[in-house]
């Protein structure tokens, strides 16, 4: 049993999840979702389209009534107290709907205003929330003329703006070309430590670049959670062996593999022409001792050799096939 001193430094919970539930009619769209965020975490909030990732976002977020359970934000329920819940929270909703005559910079001030301040203090978080997000070249431009790429940055300063310890980003890349998604995801990386992030995405990159944790939905249930290192080692690419030998038929390699104790199978590796072949291992475990020891004992012409992690996309499809 962890000690008193050790429970102590447990991050803090910030987002508690509580049996999350959502009828539309005879639609069932999320059912008896339940998840925990704590200080610190980047949870990537994974799924198909139309799997129940946004009607769980915004029932998380108050813009949704859910039908049973309830989400906690902060200490602060989001069906008994919203208003406490929805100061804690920077939402950024798909689409990112704003005012579309306005400017960013008259956006932003409504939003200010909106959120309780005044003169100084409205004017210097607005500059932050500016200079985090690079709409300095936009800001007389109103909104409904400004690129996607432009009006998620527009979308996003508004939830930084109160600077809230709970974000929830639905699809913050979405939009962005390769240097702004990098930015993007810089930014959260430098948010990330004092705050309880959720990001809803479908680009599995984004788990590996930002995410501490990710959640799989399908179906409006919850089918995968873990680091992503863990998912990953649920993908039969885990320990997998990628192998390349010169001056020797592959389906000779591949049969000599396909022999060897911890070798489940042997394929063609899926991203190599040139007769590279990937040695399976049996329940995950490791294989590269074997695969080098019998290479040396074949006296084989290693032109490449690799272990996989494993693969999130493999995962992904395997758990949501599977919740079909």
Not at 178 to 187: G, T, V
């Amino acid at each position: 049993m962890p000690s008193r001193k050790a429970e102590a430094a447990q991050p803090e919970e910030m987002i508690s999840v509580r049996h999350l539930t959502k009828r539309f009619g005879p639609i069932l769209a999320v059912d008896d979702v339940s998840l925990s965020v704590r200080r610190g975490e980047v949870l990537g909030f994974l799924g198909p389209n139309g799997a129940g990732k946004s009607t769980t976002m915004k029932m998380i977020t108050g813009f949704l009534a859910p039908s049973s359970g309830t989400a906690v934000v902060c200490g602060a329920d989001i069906t008994e107290d919203p208003l406490a819940a929805k100061r804690r929270i920077g939402y950024l909703p798909e689409g990112a709907p704003s005012y579309p005559d306005m400017t960013p910079t008259a956006f932003l001030w409504f939003v200010a205003r909106i959120r309780g301040f005044r003169g100084g203090e409205a004017r210097e978080r607005i500059k932050t929330a500016i200079e985090r997000t690079s709409l300095q070249s936009v800001l007389a431009q109103p909104i409904d003329t400004l690129s996607r790429g432009f009006k998620r940055r527009v979308g996003l300063a508004q939830a930084l703006l109160h600077d809230p310890p709970v974000l929830i980003l639905d699809e913050p890349t979405d939009g962005l070309d390769p240097n702004q998604k990098h930015e993007m995801r810089k930014l959260i990386n430098v948010l990330a430590p004092e705050k309880a992030i959720i990001i809803s995405t479908h680009l599995l990159e984004e788990v590996d670049a930002v995410c501490s944790r990710a959640v799989v939905i399908a179906n409006g249930r919850l089918v995968a959670d873990g680091t992503p290192a863990e998912l990953e080692q649920r993908s039969r690419h885990h320990n997998a062996v990628h192998i390349e030998v010169a001056d020797i038929a592959p389906g000779e390699v591949a049969a000599a593999l396909a022999r060897l104790p911890g070798v489940a199978s042997v394929e063609a590796a899926d991203d190599d022409d040139g007769g590279a072949l990937i040695a399976f291992a049996r329940d995950g475990r490791s294989i590269v001792g074997e695969v080098t020891d019998l290479a040396r004992a074949m006296r084989w012409n290693v032109a490449g050799l690799r272990v996989e992690r494993g693969r999130l996309d493999d995962v992904f499809r395997t758990v949501t096939a599977t919740a079909a």
